[in-house]
């Protein structure tokens, strides 16, 4: 069993930057890829952005690519994702969530095992 606890959202400004965190306890951290969705009111949950176990991939939905950025500290059990230039469409519940998998698509939810539960981010225009 993993636990994942994420920090860091609030109300922010279009513009404006926030870096979410997401902890995890449980099991060995650096045994899962890490992913990234939101959920916006009224709509389904979405990928924003996953990392592989080493960190030394990274792949993003093509509406934070460059303005977004995941990644992780395996020593500290951490997975992060920066947010920069955010817009008003970028409101929603993120969440992260850990993958056992070594197989399917890192954009696919079905691929993730354990999920946080969430963290409200509020952009204002």
């Known amino acids: 069993q993993v636990q994942l606890v994420e920090s860091g959202g609030g109300l922010v400004q279009a513009g404006g930057s926030l870096r979410l965190s997401c902890a995890a306890s449980g099991r060995t951290f650096s045994n899962y890829a890490m992913g990234w969705f939101r959920q916006a009111p009224g709509k389904e949950r979405e990928f924003v952005a996953a990392i592989n176990r080493s960190g030394g991939s990274t792949y993003y939905a093509d509406s934070v690519k460059g303005r977004f950025t995941i990644s992780r500290d395996n020593a500290k059990n951490t997975v992060y994702l920066q947010t920069n230039s955010v817009k008003p469409e970028d409101t929603a519940v993120y969440y992260c969530?850990?993958?056992?998998?070594?197989?399917?698509?890192?954009?696919?939810?079905?691929?993730?095992?354990?999920w946080g539960q969430g963290t409200q981010v509020t952009v204002s225009s």
């Open positions: 969530a850990a993958s056992s998998k070594y197989s399917g698509s890192y954009y696919n939810n079905g691929r993730y095992d354990y």
